[in-house]
């Protein structure tokens, strides 16, 4: 199992993991804005002096076949064998493709994910998810294949903007409404204009260990692990429609929207609490306003929807809640009712 160490000294901390790993040669992946900013903040680890870094361009739009590609062929020139370990420092994008390339490389190579973002950190880098886009898909190619730790320390955060800090906590608040009333409640009081970063990293780690409980029970998303897939049906919709589109979105805003829809879905189907929904949706329409879409493009996320990973057939399946903490697992729903969300999302969001 993954470890994930809690570091306050990451320079110190990511220096010690690495020693206890036998390796022969230590290569870095990067990407453009971690280059320039994360990295520097770790001077004071003399390994990474050591290691040959490969530096990838920022942003999910660059999680492509092409960039995997350099990414191997770098490994290939400079000598990397199975034995060596490649270590991502990054946000979700270096973490899934870094992921991948370790879990492709001469058949799967050792890794350590440092994750630089809050959605990195309370997903992303935990749990084993590899994976590129493709064909216009989000995460369409990929395999589980975890790193052996993940180093999560909050100095980074400073570096982020408000934007970034929002899209992590959106994963927050589904970790907290797949768990429990008491995480839930705590979320929506926090306030995500004047951060306490103390208390950001309270609220943290303990939704990375809402995560790891789950992944440990179901590595291979067979089961229980579904249950992270709260809100992520229609997100995959609505980024891959916004890739498309040439203007791509946060994933933890699609997130957002996207339990919307899901929470809409979960009081029609499952009897998901008015009150409930209704003060979600509020904290999010409050601080993640809206990704604008009309009914004319209903089909278009419809169809997109139904190319989702874990469809079966003709039907769209999705985690829904009965209530907070009470997890519902591959929930059908048809093309009315999907519409009939979508009509209640643009509604709260004022569009
Ligand atoms: N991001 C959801 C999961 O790791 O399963």
Redesign the pocket.
């Known amino acids: 199992m993954q470890q994930i160490i809690k570091s306050s000294q990451p320079a110190i901390d990511i220096e010690k993991t690495i020693r206890h790993i036998k390796y022969d040669k230590l290569f870095l992946l990067t990407d453009e804005h971690t280059h320039m900013h994360c990295l520097p903040l770790l001077a004071g680890t003399p390994l990474f002096s050591e290691a040959k870094e490969i530096v990838i361009p920022a942003d999910d739009i660059h999680k492509t076949i092409d960039n995997l590609s350099k990414v191997w062929l770098q490994l290939t020139q400079n000598g990397a064998t199975r034995h060596s370990l490649l270590v991502n420092l990054g946000g979700g994008m270096v973490t899934d493709l870094g992921g991948f390339a370790a879990a492709t490389f001469k058949r799967g190579i050792k890794y350590i994910n440092i994750p630089t973002t809050l959605l990195g950190a309370v997903?992303?880098a935990?749990?084993?998810?590899t994976g590129i886009n493709f064909g216009g898909y989000k995460n369409e190619i990929g395999s589980f294949y975890p790193s052996e730790y993940v180093i999560i320390t909050t100095d980074f955060f400073h570096t982020l903007d408000g934007r970034a800090i929002r899209s992590g906590y959106a994963?927050m608040i589904k970790h907290a409404l797949i768990h429990s009333a008491k995480d839930w409640e705590k979320l929506l009081t926090f306030s995500l204009d004047e951060i306490d970063y103390a208390q950001l990293n309270e609220l943290l780690f303990r939704s990375v260990g809402i995560?790891r409980a789950?992944?440990e029970k179901d590595p291979f998303?067979k089961d229980i692990?579904?249950a992270?897939?709260l809100g992520?049906t229609t997100a995959h919709a609505f980024e891959s429609y916004a890739m498309e589109n040439g203007n791509p979105i946060p994933h933890g805003y699609a997130v957002a929207w996207g339990m919307i829809v899901e929470l809409y879905l979960s009081h029609r189907i499952c009897g998901f609490p008015k009150e409930k929904l209704l003060k979600t949706v509020r904290y999010i329409q409050q601080h993640y306003g809206a990704f604008p879409i009309s009914c004319d493009n209903y089909e278009a996320l419809y169809e997109i929807t139904r190319h989702d990973k874990k469809n079966v057939g003709n039907y769209i399946y999705f985690t829904l809640l009965s209530e907070i903490g009470n997890v519902r697992i591959d929930q059908t729903t048809d093309k009315e009712l999907f519409f009939e969300a979508l009509d209640f999302y643009r509604d709260s969001v004022g569009l």
């Open positions: 997903d992303a935990v749990g084993g998810k994963e995560k789950i992944v998303e692990r579904k992270l897939n992520h």
